[in-house]
T-cell receptor, first 116, second 114 residues
Framework: DAGVIQSPRHEVTEMGQEVTLRCKPI?????LFWYRQTMMRGLELLIYFNNNVPIDDSGMPEDRFSAKMPNASFSTLKIQPSEPRDSAVYFC??????????????FGPGTRLTVL | AQKITQTQPGMFVQEKEAVTLDCTYDTSDPSYGLFWYKQPSSGEMIFLIY??????QNATEGRYSLNFQKARKSANLVISASQLGDSAMYFC???????????FGTGTSLTVIP
C-alpha cells in the first residue's frame, strides 16, 4: 500500500517567492495534518483537517501561510512570500479518524525547504 | 504546561543491551492514546507502538515495549537487544479523546554503540 506521498522532496527558493507543498494522504484516511520541523522549535503542528475541513489552524505562523484540502486525496500548503526563517522540513501526516489504535498518524517523507 | 515531556535529550546504549526512553504526559482527559515514533537520520517519521489509556496490559511490538504507568502518567519506551539501526531520534506523542490533535515531545536522540 502506498503511504503518504509528498512533493517535492526538496525545494530551494529565493526569498519572496511563492512555495507550494503537496500531499496525498493514505487512501481511506479522513484526517490530514501539516507539521513543520526545525532544530530550534522541534515538531510543530501547523494545521489539520478532518473530512477535508480545516479544524485547527492556530499553528499557522502568519498570513503568509495557507493550506487547502480540496478533496480527500490532496492537500497543499502554500507560503507566499517565503522568507529564510521558513526553511524547515515540512511533514504531512494522515490518519483514520476514529478512536483507537487505528488513529495512528502516518507521516510522509517530508519536504525539505530552503529559502535563500 | 507541556503535554508531553521527554527529559533525555540524548542516550547511549551498548549494542544488544536494553534501553529505556522516558516519557511523561499531562492530561485531564480520562481517555487518551500514547504513541512512539522513530526518526532515523534519513528523516522519515516511523510509527513504533501505541498504548491506549484503558489498555490493561503494556503494549509490545517486537523488540519494543511500552512501560505504561498510568498513575505516574508515564509511558516509557523500552527497546530490548539494541541494534545499530536503532540509532535515531525517538518521539513520544499523545492524542486526547477530546480532539484529533497529536502532542509531540521534544524527542530523545539514541545512539547505539557497537
Amino acid at each position: 500500500d502506498a503511504g503518504v506521498i509528498q512533493s517535492p522532496r526538496h525545494e530551494v527558493t529565493e526569498m519572496g517567492q511563492e512555495v507550494t507543498l503537496r500531499c496525498k494522504p493514505i487512501s481511506g484516511h479522513n484526517s490530514l495534518f501539516w507539521y513543520r520541523q526545525t532544530m530550534m522549535r522541534g515538531l510543530e503542528l501547523l494545521i489539520y483537517f478532518n473530512n477535508n475541513v480545516p479544524i485547527d489552524d492556530s499553528g499557522m505562523p502568519e498570513d503568509r501561510f495557507s493550506a487547502k484540502m480540496p478533496n480527500a486525496s490532496f492537500s497543499t500548503l502554500k507560503i507566499q512570500p517565503s522568507e529564510p526563517r521558513d526553511s524547515a522540513v515540512y511533514f504531512c501526516a494522515s490518519s483514520l479518524w476514529q478512536w483507537g489504535p487505528t488513529d495512528t498518524q502516518y507521516f510522509g517523507p517530508g519536504t525539505r525547504l530552503t529559502v535563500l | 504546561a507541556q503535554k508531553i515531556t521527554q527529559t533525555q535529550p540524548g542516550m547511549f546504549v551498548q549494542e544488544k543491551e536494553a534501553v529505556t526512553l522516558d516519557c511523561t504526559y499531562d492530561t485531564s482527559d480520562p481517555s487518551y492514546g500514547l504513541f512512539w515514533y522513530k526518526q532515523p537520520s534519513s528523516g522519515e517519521m516511523i510509527f513504533l507502538i501505541y498504548q491506549g489509556s484503558y489498555d490493561q496490559q503494556n503494549a509490545t511490538e517486537g523488540r519494543y515495549s511500552l512501560n505504561f504507568q498510568k498513575a505516574r502518567k508515564s509511558a516509557n519506551l523500552v527497546i530490548s537487544a539494541s541494534q545499530l539501526g536503532d540509532s535515531a531520534m525517538y518521539f513520544c506523542a499523545m492524542r486526547e479523546n477530546t480532539g484529533n490533535q497529536f502532542y509531540f515531545g521534544t524527542g530523545t536522540s539514541l545512539t547505539v554503540i557497537p
